[in-house]
């Protein structure tokens, strides 16, 4: 009897924890995506303004940047540092970050577009690609607070619910 | 370095190709051939990868990295409106190591001020030379001397104003001088000549202003109107000899605003910075 109720205690949690993680991911998705235009928004301004060189904006960028974004601007700028060009630094970085982070595939697929692009051209032209990439990620961003708004409670009630299921089942 | 041909580099105003291991030798056949990723590389490593940020300084040709090292660059130029846009295809950099000589200037001093006995100030000065015969770091050496002054001469310290466009003079780094430019020396880094003059006469209330290579027309008139603002001035301009660069048309109305009280001109005769003549132009 007491193995059962350990089991079921068990079932419950898992299926509870990975409900829950599920339904961070969908909370926590809008506000890294908020704050990662945020840090475009002023990578814009230190290219178009400062015209501070890339390590040095992305060092500045890591250090106001909250988890886990400021690890984006962080590791480039330390990749960048160690001889490595843009474009790699960039694009290693992003795998880094997403990997760590709540945003998809389809967010890392906007960020990677910008590797190509990045220091390459004139102050112009720069802040055209990254306002378009803002553009890009504003538009995930909306899609992404609908996503919250359908599935965050739904991910946490199936994670609970799911449980509760199983016990019944195994009993 | 230039794209598939021998490195380069010149000693003490010799060309030495470079081998492989790093020696030098004369002979280009036994010297390490640079490749076209080894001109991307080491433009990827001068730039930081941020092209951007020397947008203004590409369309001068050459860009000046933090020390005040000025690397020429040669490739594709293109035009937009008949001025230059870029330079793309880089297949040339040429490194031009800067270097601070404390003291280049210390026997120019004495031949330069207004009153030798009882020294109170200094002439305004132009210093004249073909390229490379130490300009840059007499100037350099020049306005340390004045900023700090000599009590062995009776130069006071003056108020100095550096304006420094392609940041070679003081080779600031984040608004900070790397080379000694003396104490009572403000830096105007990158900033034209012509809007540097006018912009410390309003601002920063200079006794000396000190600006590098005078060219155009705006840099002339700039200086004048420093000099009317009772200002000493001292400049650079390219020149081998006094004679010739009296005759050269844009600088005209400095001789006859009698804007410089002394012209020194330089050679390498026995190395950069050899004084050969100093006249008073006034």
């Not at chain 2, 470079?18 to 990827?44: K, L």
């Not at chain 2, 690397?71 to 270097?99: C, M, Q, S, T």
């Not at chain 2, 000589?101 to 100030?121: E, T």
Request: aromatic share 6%; charged share 25%.
């Amino acid at each position: 009897m007491n193995l059962r109720l350990i089991g079921a205690a068990a079932v419950m949690f898992s299926t509870t924890v990975i409900g829950f993680c599920m339904s961070q991911k969908y909370r926590e998705r809008p506000r890294q995506l908020r704050d990662l235009i945020d840090s475009l928004q002023q990578l814009v301004t230190e290219v178009s303004f400062g015209m501070y060189s890339l390590p040095e904006a992305f060092a500045a960028l890591s250090r106001r940047s909250s988890f886990p974004i400021g690890l984006l601007y962080s590791r480039t700028s330390a990749l960048m540092t160690k001889g490595l060009s843009v474009e790699k630094s960039w694009s290693v970085a992003v795998t880094e970050m997403v990997s760590k982070s709540a945003l998809t595939s389809t967010d890392a697929a906007v960020l990677q577009r910008l590797a190509v692009c990045l220091g390459r051209s004139d102050r112009n032209d720069q802040v055209r690609h990254l306002q378009y990439t803002i553009g890009r990620l504003t538009q995930a961003e909306v899609e992404a607070l609908r996503e919250r708004d359908r599935k965050a409670k739904l991910s946490l009630y199936l994670g609970w619910g799911t449980g509760v299921c199983t016990v019944i089942l195994l009993y | 370095m230039r794209a598939h041909r021998p490195l380069t580099a010149c000693f003490a105003g010799e060309d030495h190709f470079i081998e492989v291991s790093g020696r030098r030798c004369m002979n280009p056949i036994h010297a390490y051939g640079v490749t076209w990723e080894d001109i991307q590389a080491t433009w990827q490593l001068m730039t930081h990868g941020s092209l951007y940020a020397f947008e203004e300084e590409m369309k001068r040709g050459y860009i000046t990295l933090p020390g005040g090292h000025r690397v020429g660059i040669a490739g594709k130029v293109i035009l937009e409106r008949g001025e230059v846009h870029l330079i793309r295809d880089i297949a040339g950099l040429n490194l031009r190591i800067a270097r601070a000589v404390k003291g280049a200037a210390k026997d120019v001093v004495p031949r330069i001020l207004s009153r030798p006995k009882h020294a109170v100030s200094v002439e305004s000065t132009l210093l004249i030379s073909p390229p490379q015969c130490g300009k840059t770091t007499m100037l350099r050496d020049l306005a340390r001397i004045v900023s700090s002054g000599d009590p062995s001469l009776g130069l006071k310290a003056h108020k100095v104003v550096i304006i420094d466009e392609r940041s070679e003079i003081a080779a600031c780094h984040r608004g900070i001088p790397q080379h000694d430019v003396g104490p009572k020396t403000d830096v105007l880094d990158g900033c034209p000549k012509a809007e540097g003059a006018l912009m410390a006469l309003r601002a920063l209330s200079p006794e000396v202003i000190v600006t590098d290579e005078i060219g155009r027309i705006e840099d002339v008139n700039a200086l004048i109107e420093a000099r009317n603002g009772g200002v000493c001035v001292m400049a650079t301009a390219h020149g081998k000899d006094w004679e010739e660069v009296k005759k050269r048309p844009i600088l005209q109305p400095l001789w006859e605003s009698c804007v410089f009280g002394r012209v020194v001109v330089l050679s390498r005769r026995r190395g950069p910075g050899t004084v050969e003549s100093v006249h008073c132009s006034s």
